[in-house]
């Protein structure tokens, strides 16, 4: 079992910055392959990035190429997603989720590939 926690979300101007982060429980956190999702209002839940158990691999979607960053620090049993150059329609409620994925480099993109999932944590970016 893993339970997921993220935190960092908040209110930011267009151009600005936020680091959003996720902390797991257990003691087998370094075993999982880790996502984040985003879901806008009246939208369908969305793969933004991902993160291979070693960190070797990352994919992002291409509407977050070259702003956002995803990574991990096993020792934490945290996941972060750094997000620059923020823009409105990344207004969503971003979710962080796990899934066991030791020894792979596979991304996984969709969400119903993931068995964990977090509460949310709204980032709003105004104009």
């Known amino acids: 079992q893993v339970q997921l926690v993220e935190s960092g979300g908040g209110l930011v101007q267009a151009g600005g910055s936020l680091r959003l982060s996720c902390a797991a429980s257990?003691?087998?956190?370094?075993?999982?392959?880790m996502g984040w999702f985003q879901q806008a209002p009246g939208k369908e839940r969305e793969f933004v990035a991902g993160?291979?158990?070693?960190?070797?691999?990352?994919y992002y979607a291409d509407s977050v190429k070259g702003r956002f960053t995803i990574s991990r620090d096993n020792t934490r049993n945290t996941v972060y997603l750094q997000m620059n150059s923020l823009k409105p329609e990344d207004t969503a409620v971003y979710y962080c989720?796990?899934?066991?994925?030791?020894?792979?480099?596979?991304?996984?993109?969709?969400?119903?590939?993931?068995?964990?999932w977090g509460q949310g944590t709204q980032v709003t970016v105004s104009s």
């Open positions: 993160i291979s158990w070693n960190a070797v691999s990352t």
């Open positions: 257990g003691r087998t956190f370094s075993s999982y392959a």
């Open positions: 989720a796990a899934r066991f994925g030791k020894y792979s480099s596979t991304i996984y993109r969709q969400g119903s590939e993931y068995g964990y």
